[in-house]
Nanobody, 123 residues
Framework: QVQLVESGGGLVQAGGSLRLSCAGS????????MGWFRQVPGVEHEFLAA????????PYGPSVVARFTISRDNTKNTMYLQMNSVKPEDTAVYYC????????????????WGQGTQVTVSS
């Protein structure tokens, strides 16, 4: 099993940047496929990006492509989401998730989830 804890959320102005972190517990962190999702109230989780244990990534979700970058540092058991040129519509709770076996792009494919971190973008 792996436990995930997100951090780095907060209030940012439109056009600014923010970096989210997802710290994982356990010695086998580097074997997990990881993903970032976000959710606003009343809406399904939106897939943002996913990354293999070697750093390969999926295509990004269309609303964040060319603005957000997913990465990971297995030596620190941490995954990141660099958010640039943020917009008010990026306001959401951001979640990281983990699974074994292959990359996933929908919530039901992931077994482990963090508690989420709130990102609020002011206009």
């Amino acid at each position: 099993q792996v436990q995930l804890v997100e951090s780095g959320g907060g209030l940012v102005q439109a056009g600014g940047s923010l970096r989210l972190s997802c710290a994982g517990s356990g010695r086998t962190f580097n074997t997990y496929y990881m993903g970032w999702f976000r959710q606003v109230p009343g809406v399904e989780h939106e897939f943002l990006a996913a990354i293999t244990w070697t750093g390969g990534t999926t295509p990004y979700g269309p609303s964040v492509v060319a603005r957000f970058t997913i990465s990971r540092d297995n030596t620190k058991n941490t995954m990141y989401l660099q958010m640039n040129s943020v917009k008010p519509e990026d306001t959401a709770v951001y979640y990281c998730a983990a699974r074994i076996g292959r990359l996933g792009v929908v919530t039901r494919e992931y077994d482990y989830w963090g508690q989420g971190t709130q990102v609020t973008v002011s206009s």
